[in-house]
Each structure stands twice: as C-alpha cells, then as structure tokens.
C-alpha cells in the first residue's frame, strides 16, 4: 500500500496531479492523458502527458519500502507560420508547462525532489506550415511503503483533492516594547510579548507596556 493519501500507485497519483494542474494553469490548449501522438493540426497546441517509467529502490531489508524515481513526460506540440513565430510559441508552452508543474501545491506534495529535467525541443517546416515540439522528461523521486498488516484501503476518492482554501489575511498588528529606554519598577497589564517581560524591580525591558503600536485593518 503507498504510504500516500489514496489508494493507488504514486506513479498514478503524480500524473493525474500533473494532470489537473496543467488543466487549471495552462489555457488554450488540447490535453492528453495518456493519447495518441502526433495530435492533429486542428487540435494544436496540445501537451500529452505520461508516466512511462519507474524505478524503486528499496531502503531497507525488512519492510517494503522503496525511494521511487517516476518519470513524468510531457510533450507539447505548437504550428505558426513563421520559423521566429513557432519558436516563440513552443519556448512559451515549455514555460507555461514548467510554471504549472513546479509551483503545483498537490504534486509538491506528493514528492521528496524534483531529481532532474530535460527538455528536448525540435522546430520542423511541412509545407507553408511550421512546427514545433518540446519532450519534457522529469525525474520526481519520492517514497513509497507496503505494509502487509494494514487494513484494506479506503474507497478511491477523486484525486487530487481540491487545493486547500487560505484564510484571509484581514490585520495586522505591530507594536514596540523596547529594551531600553524601560520603566525598572512599573507593572502593566497585558503586555504584547508577556513572556518577554522581566519583573518588577528590573534592571533591563522590555517592561511590558507599548512603546509604540501599529494596528493596520485589511484590505485597504
């Protein structure tokens, strides 16, 4: 069983996280996973997306546990008109793919490293029509465990979840108690930082009341 959150392989899970990312952050697009290529011209640009290879290597000799290498491949394919128009659009789908991927909050997740990537990028003319593609191999390294004695795994949920809502940030509050100048024998109620606050008689601050104060309510 993989020591992950669902019950399938990390190899499934990383490319349908890779998946969804790309069909979130990448707009314009035809995308394929797994699929046949080359993708016809009217479906261009497109990024196919696979996870042809692993490799498992165990870190232990009792429990099953392994540090898996996947390699996630990603092609894209765009056509212009022009040899400067279609460089500029198959450099500008790599960077959108890398974009999408890199800062993707589920598939960080699920890693330990991107391990490597290269990319391989190939500008071909047919006819009056220019083209180009890009093949994107990254090594994702990541750890996996089967453990004979667990119970069955829960039902397949969808995966990968929805990325986690963030709280609002809606104030800010700062506030000074200094070190010195500092009152030695007076005694406040509440300070901002009470574990910070030296009893009364002191010889050093902070004494426990504002030397200054900034509260700041959001959004402007």
Known sequence: MSSLTQPMSARRQLRLAIVAELAAKVAGITLVSPGDWPTPPEKLPAVLVNAPTEQKTSVNRGMPEFRTLISIVVQGQVTASTAEEVQDRIEDLAYRVE?????????????????????DVECTADGKRQLAGFRMTIGCETFEAFEPTTAPPPPQGTWPPADPALAPLESVGIHVDTTAPFDATGTYPSPPFPDAVLPAPRTSGPDGRDEGALDIQLPQ
Do not use: P
């Open 99 to 119: 974009e999408a991927i890199f800062k993707g909050y589920w598939i960080n997740s699920l890693i330990e490293q991107f391990a490597s990537v290269q990319t």
